[in-house]
């Protein structure tokens, strides 16, 4: 086996599959790997590095999709003729920590299809959170030492916005206030459910409903929510029911914290519970859901529950439940595509709207 011409630092910043990608990179840029040479296979890069498995496979993909390699399945990556340049533009993808879920993994995937598919470069990044909830930059200022001529914001951070701002770069950004003050936006994309709620309402006036209850993760996420229903007549108010972790314990924080807090309540009686429950995230149904039948309370029969729902990742609990359903990769396939009206200059500011379909109990 041919020496591998580069290290790994644990240490660094930045994931180890963008350092392998990046070592082989720089490998092939100085012609330790020519035109047809095959490059080392993931099991000698796994014994070489100790890593996953995974790693590697990562690596060659970012290289495929920069058109340096080609991957032939059981034969391993062969070095492409360099072209200048490989690719038409390079976009980068900042992700909090705080804001992994299944949501953003879909939607990132799909923009990286479609925009790797218009011949862009995709990069994601994920930015750490410290335990003072301030985003450490430092992966960013990595990733904005390579040339970027896009980004995208999967967050209403202002504390990135402002860090790409002082870089020069040109993004899109999760809604946040005061976006039309920075030079260097370019649009933002919002989760609306505004047609959604006017239908649940009609529904709520249809089945009588007199009280309902919006659970949330945060103060004031229901407003939209209460104010509507308690214009039809429906006695609303919003709980908060504050998860407290990030990152990739947030989702079982979400769930725990609606259990314990319905499990309390319920534990004093009945009398409180509302005609319906409304819940702004689908592991809070979950969780509150868990605990409701733990209860022996039945739904829709002692009370009807609702919720926000990914398309393909709706909780599943028998008798049914309304839905404020959101299809995320229709939501990725919307933002690459106006990423690349404003990477062709059509387009000078954007507001995306990604609608939420409501689907009543039962379909």
Known sequence: MRRIP????RAQRGTLAEQMAEGLRKAIRAGAYRRGDRLP????????FGVSSRIPVAAFKMLAEEGLVDVVPHRGCTVRALRSPVWKGHVLC???????SYAVTMRSGRMR???SEAGYLFTQITVPMSATERPDTGVLDYALQQHVDFAVLMTG???????????????????FAGSDTFRMCRGV???DMSAAIRQFVASCRVR????ALCAVKRPGEGAEMVAALRKAGV????????PRRRGLERLESLRRSAFDAFDARLAEGRGWLPDVVFFNDDYLATGAMAALCSRGVRFPDDVRIATVANVGNAPVFPGGFDRFDFDQEEGGAMIAEAVLAQMSGRESHSCLRHQARFVPAGQ
Request: hydrophobic share 45%; glycine share 6%.
């Open 208 to 211: 009588g409903v007199r009280r």
């Open 94 to 100: 900042i992700v909090p920590t705080g804001n992994f």
């Open 189 to 191: 994309y919002v989760s």
């Open 113 to 115: 299809s479609a925009l």
């Open 41 to 48: 296979t993931a099991r000698e890069l796994v014994a070489r």
């Open 235 to 242: 006695a609303a108010e919003e709980w908060c029911l504050k």
């Open 157 to 175: 951070d202002i504390r990135l916005a402002e860090r790409l701002e002082r870089a020069g770069v040109p993004f899109l950004s999760h809604s």
């Open 6 to 9: 580069f290290e790994i630092d």
